[in-house]
């Protein structure tokens, strides 16, 4: 589960070349972590503001990989009043080759259906999660490239950056992500949007091994020169859910 201030400083220790480092060693437990994917987690979404001000929404999450397919169900409960036109189900599907699929349900819907590619980037309830964060594809996009090694914390990580090719349909120009080099998880993620230029950074904590996986009790997404933040805190999850293509059927409701 990618489940994402001084903590934020990354100390600069040396710089490598690209290389030295051999970026598909670098990638393989990234890459392990989504093609072995199988948990359900529940906990909440908190949109911290600007005044410190806390709205926070119940989210569930279910991922499981299928041959050459990770699905990915979110399913939230957004107060009708405040947020009427949120989807309550969201089903994402990430392919290695690119060819990749999101599928949103309103409440009164009896299937899901495609979301237009120019929504990807929207904020998930005005948060700074977008749909295409929860698709987890940087790690099998065309460019790969190990840019440096440095520290972030207390953690000695390998920067990969990571670029889409020509198949790969994203909102972001470029993916770097801090890996650590003991598990090889991302514990602090920069993603920049096309066109802006926005940085998205993305820092996890509680990072924690069960079942042989590891994973973060929460997640927080700052965007770059802008004044408050979104968690993402799980509360409890399994790491071993044993799901099966039926958990992800559109008939599956909230």
Known sequence: MRLFSPALAAALLFTIPASAADVHTVLAPARQLVETADYRASGHLIRVQANGIRISTPITIKAHWFPGVLRVLVEIAPPPETHPGVPSRILLEMRP???????????????PVPLLFDKWSDGLLDTGFSYEDFLEQQYFWAG????????????DCDVVKSTPGAADR??????????????????????????????????????????GVWSAHQVE????????????????GSTKAHLSLGDFSPANRP
Do not use: C, M
């Not at 997404?221 to 509360?235: C, E, F, M, N, Q």
């Open 97 to 111: 080759s690119g060819q990749n699929a999101i599928l949103i349900a309103h409440p009164d819907d009896k299937t």
């Open 144 to 155: 790969q490239t190990v840019v440096e090694e440095t520290k972030f914390g207390a953690r």
């Open 221 to 236: 997404v700052k965007v770059r020169g802008r004044a408050g933040s979104t968690l993402l805190i799980i509360d409890r």
């Open 170 to 211: 994203s909102h972001y120009s470029e993916v770097r992500s801090w890996l650590d080099h003991s598990v090889g998880f991302p514990v602090y993620v920069e993603k920049t949007l096309k066109g802006t230029g926005t940085v998205k950074e993305f820092t996890s904590f509680g990072l924690r091994h069960e079942g």
